[in-house]
């Protein structure tokens, strides 16, 4: 496991949780477990709620319980354990105490094996924040994480495998760019229980995509956004920090069909191949499939980058043997799909990839259906030159 020695007091980054998450005004004549008003106050500024055609709107808990989609108690547990996480990962990188926490470890400490990569404190303790609250939700047998060499076993009898990148994009936060923690759950692989601690940890991590039970992105940006699926559609919940919850504001999204925005880091331009200089030369040039130009627009951060293409359109990729299967592809590839989209490597369709090992990396392009379907069509789309560091 990746550790780094500088001390952290975590008691002194979080301050109290009623200081961040502060209870509701007793003048809200509301019960407490339901999100009712029509405009919300803050600092002396009224807001109107965007909410949906009965003016009401569940919180992340209450959508995905027995009053909801019901998922299943196993599940509804380990999705607020996680959602806990991940407002503590946000209240952290809003803090200015993260400051500290953003400088590279050195590479020697790095898995990844690229000094660009490398792994920082602030990594390291999102890793950590998320690691304690899926083991304490006592519904995850085995956690494998993009900063871990190896899975970490938690319980022999717990339902689900979690795999994570709990925080990608982290280079960028001193420049307070958008970044993101990416999650998928698998249901735990019973017929492996017999197998020794380390074999059935990796086994279990390594599952195909295709039998993801749940995944989504929290995106920490001007708004902190809980996007998830559970097999039957995406929706977006929107952190309220007045009380804590995550509400529902984007309900069954559908990706459009065709977008007009490319996100792609195009300073790699002339290490790419033939068919991918020349499918980004016709859509810029409005003489694809779809007779409009397209737009660039990249942010060089996965989340957020492929959380715009989710509600506009498009695509977005990396042509390089730069993201992992099993922490990034994975997730963002069944979100894609569940929401109409597609996720593939240029050849094949990414849920259809087997994981060969825990840190495999791929090309990965996520986007509209048709979209995809053009770009795969010029054929030579993967770039193979000048990766930027050992494969």
Known sequence: MLSFTTPLKLTSIFPPKSFIFPRKPNNYLIPTKVYNP??????????????????????????VGKGGIDVGDDLVILVDHLQYACKKIAALIASPFNSTLSKTLAPSDNISGSSRDSPKPLDIVSNDILLSSLQNSGKVAVVASEENDAPIWFSDDAPFVVVMDPLDGSRNIDASIPTGTIFGVYNRLVELDNLPQEEKATLNSLQ????????????????????VTFGSGVHSF?????????????????????????????????????????????????KGRYPKKYSARYICS??????????????????????????????????????????????RKILAIQPAKLHQRLPLFLGSPEDIEELESYGDIQQKVNPGYEV
């Open 302 to 347: 996965l989340v957020a980058d492929f959380h715009r293409t989710l509600l506009y359109g498009g695509i977005a990729m990396n042509p390089r043997d730069h993201l992992r299967l099993v922490y990034e592809a994975n997730p963002l590839s069944y979100v894609a799909e569940q929401a109409g989209g597609k996720g593939s490597d240029g050849k």
């Open 238 to 286: 929107t952190l309220d920090h007045s009380t804590g919850d995550f509400i529902l504001t984007h309900p069954s999204i559908k990706i459009p069909s065709r977008g007009q925005i490319y996100s792609v880091n195009d300073a790699r331009y002339f290490d790419w191949p033939e068919g991918l200089r020349q499918y980004i030369d016709t859509v810029r040039q409005g």
């Open 38 to 63: 029509k405009m919300s106050s803050f600092g002396g500024f009224s807001i109107s709620a965007q909410l949906n055609t009965n003016n009401e709107s569940k919180t992340l808990i209450e959508y």
């Open 208 to 227: 195909s995509g295709s039998k993801l039970v749940a995944a989504g992105y929290v995106l920490y940006s001007s708004a902190t956004i809980f996007c």
